[in-house]
C-alpha cells in the first residue's frame, strides 16, 4: 500500500513540476510580449512626437507666408482663414485619436491563446482520465 501511495504521491509532484514549469514559461511568454508592446509604444511615440514637430515648424512657415503674401489688403481675413483651418484639423485629429484609444488592443494575445490552449489540453486530459 506504502508503494501505491509513494507511485500517487509521486505522480502527483511530477504533475505539479510540469504546471510550475508551463506557469513559468506563459509568464515569460507574457514578459517577453510586455516588452515588444513598449518597445512598439516607445518608437511610436518617437516617431509621432519628430512628426508633430515638424508639422509644427511647417504650420508656422505656411502661416507666414500666406500672411506675408497678402499684406497689403486681405492679412486679417487670411489668419482668420488659417485659424479656422487649423482649428478644424485640430479637431478631426483629436477625433482620430479618440478612435484609436477606444479600439480593442490586441495585448497578450499569444500568452491568452497559449493558455486557452493549455485550458483545453488540461481540460480533455481530464475527462480521458475519468473514463
Not at 497689403?72 to 485619436?97: D, N, S
Request: proline letters at 0%; aromatic letters at 8%.
Amino acid at each position: 500500500m506504502a508503494d501505491a501511495n509513494a507511485g500517487v504521491f509521486g505522480q502527483l509532484q511530477q504533475s505539479l513540476g510540469s504546471v510550475i514549469e508551463l506557469l513559468r514559461v506563459r509568464l515569460a511568454l507574457l514578459g517577453t510580449e510586455l516588452g515588444l508592446e513598449k518597445q512598439r509604444f516607445a518608437s511610436a511615440l518617437l516617431w509621432g512626437a519628430m512628426a508633430l514637430l515638424s508639422l509644427t515648424v511647417a504650420a508656422v512657415l505656411f502661416c507666414g507666408f500666406v500672411i506675408l503674401l497678402l499684406w497689403e489688403g486681405y492679412r486679417l481675413a487670411a489668419v482668420g482663414v488659417l485659424a479656422l483651418l487649423f482649428l478644424a484639423g485640430g479637431l478631426w485629429l483629436l477625433q482620430a485619436a479618440k478612435r484609436c484609444l477606444s479600439a480593442e488592443s490586441n495585448l497578450f494575445s499569444v500568452s491568452l491563446a497559449e493558455l486557452d490552449r493549455d485550458r483545453a489540453s488540461f481540460t480533455s486530459t481530464a475527462s480521458h482520465d475519468i473514463r
